[in-house]
């Protein structure tokens, strides 16, 4: 709208500039006589009011490219992305909800990174701890796939006995 309304200023400072130029013309031919000092004034005033419409139109166009500029840029803080590629498993906000960037941020989903690979955390046997190296191949099953065993390999082996009911 803003755009519209300086261009509709510019027409008519260009028809006032015009307006004035004639009337001052023939006021300097006829030497004062036509049109009457008041004309010429009156011309005068219209084309200058025409010139600060023109202006305050800038201005205003400025002001509403400021604005767009900032209202772009508070939408692109609206989004929330991830720094992760993943699969959400949980969403812990609802749409709509506001959300505040603090020091200490909230938990808003649960992710899980690409499952294409995984780390598993598994307690091993006593008896069998001798027998775990790092890089050895491994099979597991998990309970959703039943029937299908995964394979993988010992990426990393820590002593840290845990105290399971007296048994270590």
Known sequence: MSKANYKESEVNLRNKKLTYERVLKMFEDSNGKYPSKNEL???????????????????????AEFNLKTDEQNLEKAYVRSSIDGIGLNRDVGMGQTLAATMSAPKLFTLAKDLRSMDLIVSIDEADVADIKKDLPVTFTVDAYVNRTFKGKIKQVRLNPINSNGVI
């Open 41 to 63: 004034d009156d011309a005068k005033f219209a084309y200058e009011a025409a010139q600060s419409s023109l202006e305050a139109s800038k201005a205003r166009v400025m002001q």
